[in-house]
Each structure stands twice: as C-alpha cells, then as structure tokens.
C-alpha cells in the first residue's frame, strides 16, 4: 500500500500542518481523526489496515488529516468566540488548500467526507456547508451540536451562542435552511450515519437522521449494539460505509 506524509506550511492556520495519504487512486476520502488525535492515529489504530484491500486496488485514496482542535473547540483558556474563528481558521485550511492539494495529485470527481467521534463533526460539518465538494459523507460516533449537553459531554462553548456556531451546528442551520439551490446539493450526497446503542450522542444522531429526512434528504442510520466508540468498531464501520 502506497504511503506518503505531507507537511506545509498553512497561511490560514499560521503553522505548519501534516498529513497522510494512503493508497495511489480511487475516490478520495477526506478523514478527520477523532478528539485528541493526530493525522497518525488512524494508521496507529489499524483502521487504515482494516481497508487495505480497497485501497490497494485502487478503489480509494485516504487523506489522514490533522486537526487544531486543541487550539479551537477544546481550547479551554481561549473565550468561545475566539474558539469557533480559530475553527473557521481550520475550516478555510481544509476547503482551500487541502482539498486543492488532493485534486493535484488525483483527479478523481467523487470524494467521501469522514470522521469518527469529534472527526465526525468535522466531516459532517464540512459536507453539510460545502456539499458541491463532495459525493458521500460518513459520521461514525459523532456529536452533530457541540452545544447539546449529554452525561459528562458540556456544551463546548459554555452557553455562548452566535452567528458562526450557529452555522457550524448543523442540527442548528439545517432546519431553517430553505435555499432551493443548497438543499439540491445536500440532497445529492449520500449521507451516513453509524452510533452505539450505548452511546451518549444516540439522541443526537436520531435528531440530525430526522432533521436530514425532514428536508428530503435521504440518509441511513445505523444503529450498532453497546456503546461501539472505541477503534476496534471504526475498523469494522470502514469496512462497511466508506
């Protein structure tokens, strides 16, 4: 399986940022690593390992991408304002210069957004604000309103609420969103969604699947037994959604 590592330096994050690719052609896959993690870990996880077949025949191409999560939405000495514009710092990263940078080197149309847990708030949220970038988008174990309070899960901006969380909430915008033109786009994707029984954000996946059918946008939720946010389910989920 062909492996590269990437590193530049962003003008929008001022920083450096590195990323994996995996596999030489195929659809694209965009993958945001969970809470905490790095660009490494899903290759550390073996969930890269658990597609391997796939990539290797060229059915899919991974970019592992790192995240600044640690400097946005988990920052707790910065005032949540601060929080979502280093967010949307991060969010310009990705639209202009990673996803550039993988149509450079595979020009394949098609391109799956992807994440598990918080990974799967950025995926979701990505496709959700700019759909006519993507074909498919996969949540796996993911929190759609990082203000929805649920067990030892806190709203991540303390009760501060404004334009910019707002429209990075997608249980939030995408009920109010009207634009003809938008929904055609949303509608166009195909939307996936994988929970634990057991987990803290069942509710919240329920609510984001009811929402999505509620402006005729098809997806499927699949609902897996006990609480399956852990490794050891995302490399059985990849094999199956991605």
Not at 52 to 73: H, N, P, R, T
Request: proline content about 3%; aromatic content about 16%; some cysteine.
């Amino acid at each position: 399986m062909k492996r590269a590592y990437y590193k530049w330096y962003s003008n929008h994050l001022q920083k450096d940022m590195e990323l994996l690719v995996f596999g030489h052609a195929g659809t694209r896959v965009l993958f945001f690593p969970t809470r905490g993690a790095r660009f490494y870990d899903y290759e550390n996880w073996r969930v890269i390992d658990a597609i391997k077949d796939k990539i290797e025949a060229g059915y899919m191409q991974i970019f592992c991408v790192d995240s600044v999560d640690a400097e946005s939405l988990y920052n707790a000495e910065s005032p949540p304002k601060q929080r979502i514009q280093r967010h949307l710092q991060y969010e310009q990263y990705i639209i202009n210069e990673v996803l550039p940078f993988t149509r450079d080197i595979n020009p394949e149309i098609s391109m799956i957004s992807a994440g598990c847990s918080l990974g799967a708030y950025h995926a979701i949220n990505v496709a959700t604000k700019y759909p006519q970038f993507f074909s498919k988008v996969v949540g796996m174990s993911g929190r759609y309103d990082l203000t929805w309070e649920v067990g030892y899960f806190r709203d991540l901006f303390g009760g501060y609420h404004d334009d910019d969380i707002y429209f990075n909430t997608p249980l939030q915008f995408i009920p109010n969103l009207n634009d003809e033109a938008i929904l055609h786009e949303l509608r166009r994707l195909d939307f996936i969604l994988a929970i634990g029984r057991e987990d803290a954000f069942l509710e919240n996946n329920k609510r984001f699947s009811e929402i999505l059918w509620q402006k005729g946008i098809e997806n499927k939720l699949y609902i897996w037994d006990e609480e399956a946010h852990k490794a050891r389910y995302w490399r059985k989920m990849v094999q199956l959604y991605l």
